[in-house]
């Protein structure tokens, strides 16, 4: 059964409250292709971001991820047995397969759950009902109509015990192709997991490699594809076989009738016909990794950027993000979702969702980008889009498209102090009075704090206001409800820093600035994730967990000694990467072992998320943004992302009307969950019977919708009828109603 709903009960008091998570998907980046294989019109893909389906018939995708059923998640491997399965092969060893009639998957576990401490699966192939697995060390047999490993082989003749394997062909004997060279079982020999059942041939027996890649039979021969060129069996040494291609390092080979197709240096594909070796493609900008024929005789090569069809040069791709990458994101005013991809200035650029499409922006389709290195972003309350680039400033997106470059020539800021022109802007907020700050991780004036007032004007502040020499690696800006600006730092002096620049900005007599760390009761100077929550606090994350600073007025005073600072001891020792807060004031971090969700004050640890308990692809978090009028949350991880939607909905400024989900309700003891969608912030609830009388009174838990569990304040399940549902501020003054049918299964 597809995981899709995982529920959390925790209780509030007398009240039993249903944080429900629901709708997950899975979002990934399928260009990187490891492997193809192909059926009638099917190609079947393995990726680093999962699997997919390309029906060459009608140009239709059917993606494969956690959300779907797979559990691997980098995938390596792809075959198809004699029943029509697929077979997927996973760097972690997970192995999947998926039945095409019933729609469903088999997880086999046996190698993940292995203590070896390599478990990358190189290769799958089938022969028979046999499905051979190449592995990092060793080759395993697994009946394909029962998933039984009826045997693995660790050692060969004198190579290495768990050497790597890459490949494995089975004619009347078993051939290995590995790191050490390449293996034959021994005529005869039938027990494999004896060393001396094989024969073991290195570059000293003729192969132009002792890396080898693949071994395959084409036109009776056995062939071997190694990193110095391709070499032919006879029988006791191996030869040379094209001598043209002697020298290369050859990644993949495919007999097809009389001719060979093959793939060099990552970039070279030639066609071996007829005693000649034809070059068909090569290409600098491209890594190729696998290659295979279409029913319609179509060449398609795996490459690093979707399927290649030779004919026409065009890619095959689902459509997804730019990368596996999310280190910042931020969701709009209209739900769009945008993501930075990283500090790479060859890398990916930027991306954005709408909840049906990816829509990505790097250099090549959007020419005013400076570079790819887009690394931080953040949206203002006017929808404008704020993206951060590593060494070239940032740009700006307005909501009408249109994007300005803002680099040291028209800011005025300075970069860092090897380079003055490369500046790295690692932070924006807005502050009550509309103006624009912007953090500079290592301006060599000094000048770390920029900001632009609303003429455009721009003005530049040293934190402290002088004197200091730190002057690198700032980032994390976050301003709280008293304009005070807030930022981390790990360079030279870590900790967390404080700036309000006072009323008169031309001055520093009224500067306001200093540095919490150890020593002011911070639990580590790491200082990797700030945010504040909607009762003001700041919450702090670090190495060693997380910090609430409750009072962060006092720091006006001129002194940080009067501030509180508590621990939240549910986190203690996680290692934490992002903190966001959402419309019920709820806290989601972020850390190396997976996602926490806590309570409003952080005494209450309300779910945790991680791997095995959902279909999160990664445990290490690197980023949360929340859709405050959906309750979707999205989680970045290094292997993609995730989005699941919740309960917390920023609630209605006013009573409109509600709506009241499922209806009727098929009340039973299982399943008894009551959506009240369109409530207004801090909504009393009443349940009253059609006579009047009260069943149940509750509060909601401050969003636009709270959930009733279909019983009364005992309890117990109601009886079936019909009930009023009355919803009402706690003045009383604005009321909204609705109603619901309760039909008892029992």
């Not at 393995?46 to 991820?65: E, Q």
């Not at 090569?282 to 690093?304: A, R």
Request: aromatic letters at 12%.
């Amino acid at each position: 059964m597809l995981l899709k709903i995982i529920l959390f009960i925790t209780l509030f008091s007398s009240l039993s409250l249903t944080q429900q998570f629901s709708d997950w998907h899975n979002y990934t980046d399928m260009k990187v292709i490891a492997n193809i294989v192909v059926s009638g019109n099917a190609i079947w893909s393995a990726t680093d971001g999962g699997g997919f389906l390309y029906d060459i018939s009608n140009n239709s995708f059917k993606t494969f991820l956690k959300t779907d059923g797979l559990n691997g998640v980098s995938l390596t491997a792809v075959t198809i047995d004699n029943s029509g399965k697929i077979w997927f092969g996973s760097n972690s060893g997970i192995i999947d397969v998926y039945n095409p009639e019933t729609k469903s998957f088999k997880t086999i576990l046996d190698i993940f759950n292995s203590d070896k401490s390599s478990k990358r699966i190189n290769e799958l192939s089938s022969s028979g009902d046999t499905i051979m697995v190449s592995t990092d060390f060793g080759i395993s047999l697994i009946n394909a109509n029962n998933y039984f490993f009826f045997d693995t082989f660790f050692k060969f003749g004198d190579f290495p015990s768990n050497s790597r394997v890459n490949s494995a062909l089975k004619t009347s004997l078993l051939y290995t192709s590995t790191d050490q060279g390449a293996a034959i079982q021994k005529a005869g020999a039938t027990n494999l997991s004896a060393p001396e059942s094989w024969n073991v041939y290195r570059a000293s027996n003729g192969l132009p490699s002792n890396n080898v890649r693949k071994i395959v039979s084409f036109k009776d021969t056995i062939l071997a594809a190694t990193a110095g060129g391709l070499a032919f069996f006879d029988g006791n040494n191996w030869l040379s076989y094209i001598p043209e291609l002697n020298n290369k390092f050859v990644n993949d080979i495919i007999p097809k009738g009389d001719s060979l197709l093959i793939i060099s240096d990552n970039k070279d594909v030639f066609l071996y016909y007829d005693n000649t070796l034809t070059p068909l493609f090569s290409t600098p900008g491209n890594n190729f990794y696998t290659i295979d024929y279409s029913s319609s005789e179509e060449i398609l090569i795996g490459t690093n950027n979707g399927i290649l069809k030779l004919s026409d040069n065009s890619f095959i791709y689902p459509n997804g993000p730019n990368a596996n990458l999310f280190p910042d994101m931020a969701v709009d005013g209209n739900g769009i979702l945008w993501s930075a991809s990283g500090t790479d200035v060859s890398g990916v650029g930027y991306y954005k969702f709408d909840g049906t499409n990816w829509y990505n922006f790097n250099r090549s389709n959007t020419p005013q980008l400076p570079t790819n290195a887009y690394h931080t972003v953040y949206i203002s309350p006017d929808n404008t889009i704020y993206l951060g680039n590593w060494g070239n400033g940032f740009i700006t997106i307005s909501p009408d498209g249109s994007i300005t470059n803002y680099n040291g020539e028209n800011t005025g800021m300075q970069g860092i102090n090897v380079n003055a022109d490369f500046l790295v802007v690692d932070g924006f907020a807005k502050d009550s009075k509309n103006n624009l700050w912007v953090l500079n991780y290592g301006a060599i004036d000094r000048k770390i704090l920029s900001m632009q007032n609303s003429q455009q004007q721009w003005n530049h502040f040293s934190v402290p206001p002088s004197g200091s020499q730190y002057i690198d690696r700032y980032f994390n800006l976050v301003i709280d409800q008293y304009n005070t600006k807030w930022f981390c730092s790990q360079g030279a002096k870590q900790g967390l820093y404080y700036f309000n620049e006072g009323d008169d900005i031309e001055s520093t007599q009224d500067d306001v600035s200093g540095l919490l760390d150890n020593s002011s009761g911070i639990n580590d100077n790491f200082i990797s994730s700030i945010s504040v929550d909607r009762r003001g606090d700041l919450w702090v994350g670090t190495s060693l967990g997380v910090n609430i600073i409750t009072n962060i007025n006092s720091v006006l005073s001129g002194s940080s000694q009067s501030l509180r600072i508590s621990s939240v001891f549910s986190l203690r020792q996680q290692t934490v990467t992002a903190i966001a807060v959402d419309p019920l004031n709820q806290k989601w971090i972020g850390t190396n072992q997976g996602l926490i969700l806590i309570n409003s004050d952080g005494t209450s640890l309300l779910a945790t998320l991680n791997t095995t308990n959902s279909p999160l692809p990664s445990d290490q978090i690197t980023s949360i943004a929340i859709d405050e009028n959906s309750g979707t949350v999205y989680i970045g991880t290094d292997r993609g992302l995730t989005s699941f939607i919740t309960t917390s909905v920023k609630p209605k400024e006013a009573f409109e009307e509600l709506f009241v989900y499922p209806n009727p309700l098929l009340l039973n003891k299982n399943d008894n969950l009551v959506t009240i969608d369109g409530l207004i912030r801090d909504t009393d609830i009443k349940i009253l019977t059609i006579s009047g009388k009260l069943v149940k009174e509750f509060s909601s838990p401050g969003g636009r919708i709270a959930i009733w569990d279909g019983t009364d304040d005992f309890g117990e399940l109601v009886a079936s009828g019909i009930y009023f549902i009355i919803a009402f501020d706690k003045e009383g003054n604005s009321v909204a109603t609705s109603k619901i049918a309760v039909l008892r299964e029992d």
